[in-house]
């Protein structure tokens, strides 16, 4: 079983900036995409961005799109999600997860998810 970590959340002010990570006990993510989603309170599980990890094409929910990048580096065998200009909407367990062999992202396509990160906006 892959043992998926994600670690950076925290308690940020409105308009502040956190950076997420994410490592996996195996790392072999070639042909898979990686991705983030979030869950708030009493909300279902969103996806929030992805990476392809062969060729780097992300994409982003336009809820984030212009604020959070995505991205990874191969030799540390880590994914990132730089989250900007912080707001009251996006308070959540954000969760990383390793996507189906070949598989476009989507919460149904998730082998592997962490436990997740608690992202908490004070305004």
């Known amino acids: 079983q892959v043992q998926v970590v994600e670690s950076g959340g925290g308690v940020v002010q409105a308009g502040g900036s956190l950076r997420l990570s994410c490592t996996a006990s195996?790392?072999?993510?070639?042909?898979?995409?990686m991705a983030w989603f979030r869950q708030a309170p009493g909300e279902e599980r969103v996806w929030v961005s992805c990476i392809n990890w062969n060729d780097g094409i992300k994409d982003y929910a336009d809820s984030v799109k212009g604020r959070f990048t995505i991205s990874r580096d191969s030799v540390k065998n880590t994914l990132y999600l730089q989250m900007t200009r912080l707001q009251p909407t996006d308070p959540a367990m954000y969760y990383c997860?390793?996507?189906?062999?070949?598989?476009?992202?989507?919460?149904?396509?998730?082998?592997?998810w962490g436990r997740g990160t608690q992202v908490t906006v004070s305004s």
């Open positions: 195996e790392w072999n993510v070639l042909n898979r995409a």
């Open positions: 997860a390793v996507q189906r062999l070949y598989a476009p992202c989507s919460r149904l396509n998730v082998d592997f």
